[in-house]
Structure formats: structure tokens, C-alpha cells
């Protein structure tokens, strides 16, 4: 899947109500929307959250926001008093909800894929008897580089499948200090529209199997591009070998990775991953995939 600009955002079946996403980038979307939040610092998630519930509770929707570091379930509160002046009100009537993170998705310290998204279920038959239009969901990924990492990537997976066509909209919001290219590219693929939010900006990142251009056909075994799309900034500076280093960057393949299959040191890349980010000007390697991949 791909991000797409709002006018553009539909869901499974493209009929439906136009819903106000509260985040700019994304506008109006439909139901059955499963969305991602990239950010850099815990005022840029409560930014996102706080946007996106406040669209959700004028919508006459029930909220869920599933709370985890970095921030607390108090410093939630008080990001949503800053905008939304009767949000105590909302919350004494049940309209929005807050749990942690850790006990809806893992109590006991055990995850079940299956009893997850059949919570999710019953909150949508609840909140609809309820007579919410629907419901609106959002949960902070805490489970990077731990052993549940790739349970989780199977729930994001399914659950891309089981709210399409539902009056649900889901948002998950992922540190991008703890994810790697790998997960980056992972998450992105499971999702239907991904954001970044960097330096008080919103940006669009596509899934890189849809980067390919059309003219080239198929993709390679695991989905990544073929060639490097030639519009991203500081392309054409780039040698030959910068840029057979970069598709394997794009690609998600680690330093030793691409040492082992360009037949190179180590350090030679991690040379040329330092003269890509000055070329292009990006910040990190996850802003330099931002740069490569984005419109």
C-alpha cells in the first residue's frame, strides 16, 4: 500500500462518509482506514494524537488512545485539556477511553494476535449500540526491538485486513529514534498511508515496492525497486557506487548486509552511507530513505 494525498484517501469498498482525519496531511478519509505516525519527539506524538481525537470526538466517534512511553497517561490529559476544553466531560461519559499500551496488547505478558482484533470488534459493536458513528483507535508501538517484534508485525498485517470495510480508523504511531531501515520498511508495507513527522512537518513516505517505474514491470523477490527513482535531491552528485549502495539501503539491508553482497568492507559503506546523507542533504539514514522515496 501507498500513501496517497487526502482527496485521493478511500476505503476498501470507495463509498462511505468522508471522515476529518485531524491531521493535515491525511485530511478527509473513509472508514476502514489503518494509518502510521514516524516521530521524532514524544510533542510531536501527542501533537498527532491530540489532532486525531479531537476530529474523532466531533465526529461523533468513540475514541480509544492505547498509551505507552514516551509519554503517560497523564501527560495525555493534559494535551487534550490544551485543545479540547470538555475533554473531562467526554471522558466521564465513556466517549474517549485511555489504557496502557502494554496491558491491552500483552497482559500477562502474552500476545494473542486473534484476541486483539476481536477486542477491537467488540469496542466497534459497543461503541455503534452506543449510537458513536464509529470508532477511532490509536496505539503506540512499544513492542520495538523486543521478542514480540515479529508478532506484531503479523497483527499490523491483519489487522490492515480486518478494519477494511469497518466504521473503524486506526493509527499507529512508531519512535523513529528505535526504528531501524528494516522495520521502517516493514511497518510501511502493513500499512495503508505512513507519515513522518519531522521539524514541525508532516511528509508523506511511500512503500518502496510501489516506487518501481511502471515502465520497468516486476519487482524484485522481496518487493524493493529495481532502479532508484532520479528526482530526490543531490541524485545527480551521486557516483556509481553511491548509488548501487543506496538501493541497498532502500532495500533494508543492513551495513553487513550490503558489505556482503557488494563484496565490500564494512566500512566502505558505512562510507558511503556518510557521503549519501551529506549529498542529499539528509539528517539520518531514515531521512535520507525519507528523501529517496518520497514525491
Known sequence: ?????????????????????GIGV??????????????EAAQDLLDAN??????GLENNEFCLWAISEPITEEEARIALRGSIPDIDARLSAGQIEMVCAAEWYLPGGEFDLKRIIRSWNEKLGNALTKGY????????????????????????????RSVAGQKMLVLCTYSMAKSGIVDLLEVARAHQGTIIRQNNDWEFLESPELRQPKQQGGKKPNGAPDILPNSFPGHDALTSRERTVLAQIVKGHSSKEIARILNIAPRTVEFHRENLIKKTGARSTVDLLRIVLSD
Open 50 to 55: 491530540v489532532a486525531y481525537f479531537q476530529a
Open 1 to 21: 500500500m501507498t500513501s496517497r494525498h487526502s482527496s485521493e484517501w478511500h476505503d476498501g469498498d470507495g463509498t462511505g462518509p468522508q471522515r476529518k482525519s
Open 26 to 39: 491525511f485530511g478527509e478519509i473513509s472508514w476502514g482506514m489503518h494509518m502510521c505516525v514516524f516521530y
Open 133 to 160: 458513528d464509529g470508532i477511532r483507535i490509536s496505539g503506540n508501538a512499544f513492542w520495538l526491538g523486543t521478542d514480540h517484534w515479529e508478532k506484531f508485525c503479523e497483527y499490523e498485517r491483519d489487522l490492515d
